[in-house]
């Protein structure tokens, strides 16, 4: 009887396909792999530029429109383009034992949840300790608001101009010394906040990069030696890369990056822009070895698109929509609550969008 389910179970595994469907069109899939390098870039790079450089500046609204459609993408994607085709490849009937018995999708997605969960906590709580050893100065770059941190300049020098005149000082009730020393010590508390603000912002978009890139190397695997399907995917593809280069990159754009990283935005950019095309050159380099219905392939497939969709299902539902909605400040006061459903019809147009294009890719 076992040996009789042991061979039952070689048979089946032995469904699992050794080959891939590339079918030629190598000319078109080398072109595929400039067209996405483009739209990749497009969607990433525009933001950062439009933030930096006047000649393609836009208005605010248009910032605002971005970044909440970008975020729906970004939740989407993690939900209809990671999780599902994770699951499907997780639960192929090639696939035998513990694969059959278990939606190893959803929990591998589940650890990698609790995963970026605690990096995220240890991060914070070590960035509470470091972000006071940051430089007044340094915190002030982060901030990204010019009036603020002249104002506290200015403010500051006055305290010290006040301290350096000994007859202000010596004046009946006056006690300047120790004005001055509780003033300097809510600023620096405050350039620390700041500081610590801005790191935490740059955690996040690390994380959302890390998750995205991910992905994009399997979808350009896959482009690389599809087969009939290969016209329908390409196309997919180019408005799938566009949308979540703008989710990724309207969130690098709102950070307020110092001097000393003014690069930094724009290699993030570069990054996610030839992730899927350096993908689909090693797909077509290894077209005749590699085979994405494999037992392998699809395991490796399978983890790796549960992995990542845990990544962006947790930034886009903790860092994106709650972060944003509840505990910002930019919705408060007048108008807020109009303001705030116009970007939720804005997040949830983008998250529509792209589960649309999950019919097709």
């Not at 300790?129 to 430089?135: E, F, G, I, L, N």
């Amino acid at each position: 009887m076992l040996a009789a389910e042991a061979y039952a179970g070689l048979a089946k595994r032995e469904q699992c396909s050794t080959s891939n469907e590339f079918d030629g069109r190598e000319g078109l899939r080398v072109g595929a792999l400039f067209v996405i390098m483009a739209s990749s870039a497009l969607g990433a790079f525009f933001p950062i530029m439009a933030s930096n450089y006047s000649a393609v500046s836009l208005p605010d609204w248009c910032f605002f429109v971005a970044k909440f459609f970008g975020s729906g993408v970004i939740i989407a994607t993690g939900f209809v383009h990671l999780l599902q085709p994770a699951n499907e490849a997780l639960t192929d009937p090639c696939l035998t034992g513990t694969f059959q018995d278990y939606p190893w999708a959803f929990g591998i997605c589940l650890m990698s949840l609790y995963a970026i969960f605690l990096v995220e906590i240890v991060t914070h709580h070590m960035l509470s300790r470091v972000a006071p050893a940051y430089s007044a100065t340094e915190a002030r770059a982060h901030s990204g608001s010019d009036a603020t941190c002249m104002d506290d300049e200015l403010r500051l020098s006055e305290l010290q101009d006040l301290r350096s005149k000994p007859q202000e000082m010596s004046k009946p009730g006056s006690d300047g010394d120790a004005v001055y020393q509780e003033a300097h010590r809510v600023l620096s508390a405050s350039s620390s906040t700041v500081t610590e603000g801005f790191l935490s912002q740059v955690v996040t978009v690390f994380i959302l990069e890390f998750g995205v890139i991910f992905h994009s190397v399997f979808i350009g695997l896959s482009l690389a030696v599809s087969g009939s399907e290969f016209i329908t995917l390409f196309i997919v593809l180019i408005f799938h890369q566009m949308f979540e280069g703008l989710g990724l990159g309207t969130r690098i754009a709102e950070i307020s990056w110092p001097a000393n990283k003014r690069y930094t935005p724009w290699i993030l950019a570069l990054g996610f822009s030839i992730s899927t095309p350096i993908a689909i050159a090693i797909g077509l380099g290894v077209r005749h070895s590699l085979s994405t219905n494999s037992r392998s392939g699809l395991i490796a497939n399978g983890c790796f698109d549960a992995i990542s969709s845990g990544i962006l299902i947790y930034t886009g539902l903790v860092e994106l929509m709650a972060h944003e909605f509840i505990f910002s400040s930019q919705f408060k006061g007048p108008g807020g609550l109009k303001k705030m459903l116009f970007a939720f019809t804005m997040m949830c147009a983008g998250s529509g969008l792209m589960a649309l294009l999950g019919r097709w890719a």
